[in-house]
């Protein structure tokens, strides 16, 4: 499966985006899909991620409430809304696609996001 990350852009402080992944290639319904981010300097990052089954969504602790992952099978998307955006969630914003549970074996090329204070 390709994947295509955008949404990506400049915001200030206390918008919203959402990114948009697009999939192509493999049925995109077999994947469990995940929404990664690194920042300048450091480590890439879980956010949150979709089940294939279920549409189940997780997020670590200290991304829940502000990010919301979602799934459109029928579009092979999957979308990551961000709310309340802060300076500290500047990072290059990535997509994977996994066919096991947490094996992201294939990845997008990253939107960047960058939010002014």
């Known amino acids: 499966v390709q994947l295509q990350a955008s949404g990506g852009g400049l915001v200030q402080a206390g918008g919203s985006l959402r990114l948009s992944c697009a999939a192509s290639g493999r049925t995109f319904s077999v994947y469990d899909m995940g929404w990664f981010r690194q920042a300048p300097g450091k480590e890439r990052e879980f956010v949150a991620a979709i089940s294939k089954s279920f549409g189940r969504t997780y997020s670590p602790d200290s991304m829940k409430g502000r990010f919301t992952i979602s799934r459109d099978n029928a579009k092979n998307a999957v979308y990551l809304q961000i709310d309340g955006l802060k300076p500290e969630d500047t990072a290059v914003y990535y997509c994977?696609?996994?066919?096991?549970?947490?094996?992201?074996?294939?990845w997008g090329q990253g939107t960047l996001v960058t939010v002014s204070s």
């Open positions: 994977a696609a996994a066919l096991r549970p947490g094996e992201y074996e294939h």
